[in-house]
């Protein structure tokens, strides 16, 4: 067990500066300038050479990319993940307020899209060839293919334009004062985005689901459960839900990663002002100390989520557990 801890702290350490430097060198790489970018191009023009090198000092954007990296880390392990350029703010405290927007948005969209596409993979392959099956799969498949930002502005359309039953964006509607919104309403904001999300990761996990649940039914034990008399309903709960949750663990947390990508687009769609947005912003603002965050929150939580699914392996099949301790 020592061992075990000992691995996955190493793993995440060295995750995490992995990420870290690589998303210094991308944004060292692009051609945006963060002096021209947070200033304006109107400012740019009417500022001395010698004010804007200044700004260039003050923002570090004139220094060699790993003097910014290791005058960054050295921030990092005292606490102090510098300051946003775009928000003029401290990192923490602008992520630690969008993450409040976006943590729970990503938590609908993951708890719906994967009992939802467990729940259609397992009809799905129950009714092998029928036409819920063909439904089902149809379904899935144009999701596949479908852009999660389409998807979205579709979903904006029909729900917030033509029906009217949801706001246009935002996390609290428009006119009303942050510290005067319900949870009702802010609920309410919180629906399209991530009924989107869920939307777009059903697919995956409904169509590998589907093939598990045949596997499954197809199997000797599953034959010796009908010849003595149990229902088709019976299997399924009896025989075929262990072996089907395994891998539907695996999808699912394996899924955190492409949900949080996908919140980048639907938050730009619905204007939703949490990590998505932000990351977009610093990006487009060349906002390295920003960005750096947001990617090693987002690296965090996935490596988190694959942490979450080794432990569940053991407790769903033990087999698992011993033979890893072996």
Known sequence: MLKLVVQNILKFVLLMLAVSFV???LVAASPIDPVQANVGQNALLGMSAEHRAQLSAYWGSD??????YISWLGG????????????????????????????LL???????????????????????????????????????????FWLGLLVLMVFAVWLRWFPMGFSVPI????????????????VLPALT????GVA??????????????????????????ESELSVVLHHGLRNLALPALTLQFASISEIFGGSVLVEQVFSYPGLGQAAVTAGLGGDAPL?????????????AGNLVANILYGVVDPRIGGGRRA
Request: glycine fraction near 8%; proline fraction near 2%; aromatic fraction near 10%.
């Open 76 to 103: 990092v392990v005292q606490g102090d993940w510098g300051t946003s350029l775009r928000f003029d703010a401290p990192v923490a405290q602008v992520v630690a307020a969008k993450a409040q927007n976006s943590l």
């Open 106 to 148: 990503l938590a609908l969209a993951w708890l719906f899209s994967g009992i939802f596409g467990f729940v259609l993979g397992i009809v799905a392959g129950v009714k092998r060839g029928a036409l819920v099956d063909r439904a089902i799969k149809g379904y899935c498949y144009v999701l596949a293919s479908t852009p999660t």
């Open 23 to 25: 998303t210094f060198a």
């Open 197 to 200: 999300l869920s939307l777009v």
């Open 291 to 303: 960005l750096v965050c947001i990617a090693i929150a987002s690296a965090a939580l996935v490596f």
């Open 204 to 229: 995956n996990i409904a169509l590998h689901t589907r093939e598990k649940t045949i596997d499954v039914l197809e199997s000797d034990y599953v034959r010796f459960a009908r010849a003595r008399g």
């Open 175 to 190: 006119g009303v004062a942050a510290s005067e919104v319900t949870i009702f309403q802010s609920l309410q904001c919180m």
């Open 63 to 68: 220094l060699p990319l790993w003097e910014r």
